[in-house]
Each structure stands twice: as C-alpha cells, then as structure tokens.
C-alpha cells in the first residue's frame, strides 16, 4: 500500500511539472524553476554483509526538482529529489566453500536535498557536480533466496544516505548523471549498536548508478 502510494505521489509531480514547464523554451536563466522526471539503474550491495561487489541491481524512478541560483553564486543550483529506490546486496552460491546465497531487496522512498555545480570540462563542455543528502523511510525488506524470515526486525525504518553525482547533457532533452552514494549511518535497529556511524556490526548501502532525466526546459 505505501509503495502504490509513493507510485501516486512521484506520478502526480512529473503530470504537474510536465504540464507547467511544456513550452517553457530558451536559455536557462537565473532565478527559475525547473522539474525533471528521473528514472535510473543502480547496482549496489550492503556493506558489512559479508558479501563483496556491486552484485544487486535494482532501479530508481522518481522526479527532480530545482531553483536556478545566480552565476555569482558558488553553487549554480539547489536541487530536490523524490525517489522510489530499490536497493540490496546479492551473494552466489560457492560450492567450493559451500557459502550459502542471498538476496536482499529492499524497497524505500529517498529524499534528497543537493547543491549543484556546472564547470568545464575541456572538450565534454560544462558537466554538473552534485553532492547531497538524502533521507530515506523503508517501506519492504525482504530476503528471496536464503532464509531470513526475520530480516525486517533487523533493519531500521529511517536513514541517511550521501550521494555524489557527476552530470553530462547528452542531447536536447535528455542528461545523464553517473552517480555513487554511501550510507552515514548503519541501517540495523539493533538497540546494542550505539554509535549509529561507522560501528563494528553495522551494515551500509553502497551503490553506484546511471540516472537519466528528462528536460522539458532548455
């Protein structure tokens, strides 16, 4: 129910932004909005989980939206994400060691607060630098090819997550941004981890991903 609800909300926004920015042509200009819907690959694991590489993919979609700040300004823009995401980590069976296999999806809306930063790039032109922090709510958690009955007891609601993004326009309509985010802090709810930030036992997302959006803008 809180997925379908999240779907709603994220297609609600881009019917609104679309409808709003259709026409809106020209060069982008200071002091203006702009709304983008987004939709991305993510490959990802959990770190801490005792499984190595960025073995799980799972997808993004979602709607950006921004304020164009001044070109003397240090930041060229302030940005706003809504996501649905699905996140996770994945191990293969090895029958060498007889390590059994695992795939953890999980399933949560982010929203995410970013500072965005055009500069040159010799021949590739400008290119975007986007560094932000998003909050995330779990909505499912689920373990498909162990057995982890009790795997969202383990993990908790809310989180913190940082992100880190580098931006391209690849045609008219169209950017591209390669991106990487980390956890801040551990996503277990267990009481007897006290230090939330990098403690031994603790587990984090770590994902790297291809974005597209979509301008409707110039």
Known sequence: MRRK????????LTF???????????????????GRPMMGILASQIDGDQASGYNKFGYQVGMATGYRLSENKKLDAIEMQFCLVERGSRRAFDPLTMVNAFHIKAQQLE??????????????????LIGGIRVTRLLKIEETEGYNPGIANDYAKN?????FAIGYRASERMDLRLTWDYSAITLL?????????YANGAVYHNGVGLTAMIRFDN
């Open 16 to 34: 609104f932004a679309a409808s709003s920015l259709q026409g809106q042509g020209g060069q982008e200009k200071a002091h203006s909005f702009y």
């Open 5 to 12: 609800a999240g779907i709603r909300l994220i297609g609600t």
């Open 189 to 197: 709810s267990n009481p007897a981890i006290f230090n939330p930030f």
């Open 111 to 128: 929203l995410q607060l970013a500072g965005v930063k055009s500069v040159k790039a010799g021949r590739l032109g400008n290119v975007d």
């Open 159 to 163: 989180g913190v997550i940082l992100q």
